[in-house]
């Protein structure tokens, strides 16, 4: 089993930054692709950015490419999602999730095994 947990959400201006983490315990995911998903009001739940097991390989969304970097910590067993330039349409809530099955990065939620249990991002105009 793996437990995660987001932080790091809040209300930001547009423009603004934030960092989100995904604390994980309860199994090291040391070996696992991890990613970040979000769902915002009324809409569907969509891939944001996945990092394969090591850190080397990435991939985001194209609405948030330049933007929003993934990265992870392997000695904290954390993940994490700095977020710049903030937009409106970035107000969401933010996931992180956990793919044990393998360590290349991952884009379809449905493959991932492990999720948090979400942490809020409002961003104001």
């Known amino acids: 089993q793996v437990q995660l947990v987001e932080s790091g959400g809040g209300l930001v201006q547009a423009g603004g930054s934030l960092r989100l983490s995904c604390e994980a315990s309860g199994r090291t995911i040391s070996y696992y692709a991890m990613g970040w998903f979000r769902q915002g009001p009324g809409k569907e739940r969509e891939f944001v950015a996945s990092?394969?097991?090591?850190?080397?390989?990435?991939d985001y969304a194209d609405s948030v490419k330049g933007r929003f970097t993934i990265s992870r910590d392997t000695a904290k067993n954390t993940l994490y999602l700095q977020m710049n330039n903030l937009k409106p349409e970035d107000t969401a809530v933010y996931y992180c999730a956990a793919d044990v099955h393998t360590i290349t990065v991952v884009h379809e939620a449905e493959e991932y095994d492990y999720w948090g249990q979400g942490t809020q991002v409002t961003v104001s105009s």
């Open positions: 990092t394969d097991w090591i850190g080397l390989s990435t």
